[in-house]
């Protein structure tokens, strides 16, 4: 599996070589891919990743018939209006997915993937504004299960953020202003 430590080798950055990591993040190719492109089997170990489970609702571990069902719902929410859902693949790596989808507040941004990856959210968070912005959207919310600490410097771009119960657990959900993302 890519990571950071990866991306440095492939890039030829020396390990004693003084550079801030999140310059590795920085030049590591992240793309988005649908989810028709992607083998199952590829996104199985990633979403059920004991680490990231701890920062998701509750739920059965995949297997290989659910996970394609899932896929097929993903597929599905990625064609409606207003919406775009993405694996994320990181040199070349399925690193998990992201996707712009409905949410009783609107549109939510939701960003899953691998612990391994973790360092790449912001990035992957800053594209998902973009596409935002590009499907005229004026907000959107972020949910972050109880497990996540409240991030200071989201909540000081967000419009509002608020405690909410979603199936059964507590979130801190972030109301950004697409447009006020994007100017900053």
């Given at each position: 599996m890519a990571s950071v430590a990866r991306v440095k080798e492939s890039r030829h950055i020396r390990l004693n070589q003084k550079v801030n990591p999140y310059e590795y993040i920085e030049m590591a190719k992240i793309e988005f891919v649908s989810f028709n492109q992607v083998e199952p089997a590829d996104l199985l170990p990633v979403v059920n990743e004991p680490a990231l489970r701890t920062h998701l609702v509750d739920h059965e571990y995949f297997d290989?018939?659910?996970?394609?069902?899932?896929?097929?719902?993903?597929?599905?929410?990625?064609s409606i209006a207003g919406c775009r859902v993405r694996v994320v693949n990181i040199e070349g790596v399925v690193a998990g997915w992201c996707g712009i989808q409905p949410d009783d507040n609107g549109y939510e941004i939701a960003i899953v993937i691998s612990k391994e990856y973790w360092g790449f959210g912001i990035s992957i968070f800053n594209s998902m504004m973009a596409w935002a912005k590009e499907l005229g959207h004026k907000e959107v919310v972020f949910h972050l299960l109880e497990t996540r600490p409240e991030y200071k410097a989201l909540k000081r771009r967000s419009i509002q953020v608020q405690r909410t119960e979603l199936l059964d657990r507590s979130f801190t959900?972030?109301?950004?202003?697409?447009?006020?993302?994007?100017a900053e």
């Amino acid at each position: 599996m890519a990571s950071v430590a990866r991306v440095k080798e492939s890039r030829h950055i020396r390990l004693n070589q003084k550079v801030n990591p999140y310059e590795y993040i920085e030049m590591a190719k992240i793309e988005f891919v649908s989810f028709n492109q992607v083998e199952p089997a590829d996104l199985l170990p990633v979403v059920n990743e004991p680490a990231l489970r701890t920062h998701l609702v509750d739920h059965e571990y995949f297997d290989s018939a659910s996970i394609k069902q899932w896929m097929i719902g993903k597929a599905q929410t990625d064609s409606i209006a207003g919406c775009r859902v993405r694996v994320v693949n990181i040199e070349g790596v399925v690193a998990g997915w992201c996707g712009i989808q409905p949410d009783d507040n609107g549109y939510e941004i939701a960003i899953v993937i691998s612990k391994e990856y973790w360092g790449f959210g912001i990035s992957i968070f800053n594209s998902m504004m973009a596409w935002a912005k590009e499907l005229g959207h004026k907000e959107v919310v972020f949910h972050l299960l109880e497990t996540r600490p409240e991030y200071k410097a989201l909540k000081r771009r967000s419009i509002q953020v608020q405690r909410t119960e979603l199936l059964d657990r507590s979130f801190t959900t972030y109301f950004i202003s697409v447009d006020r993302w994007c100017a900053e």
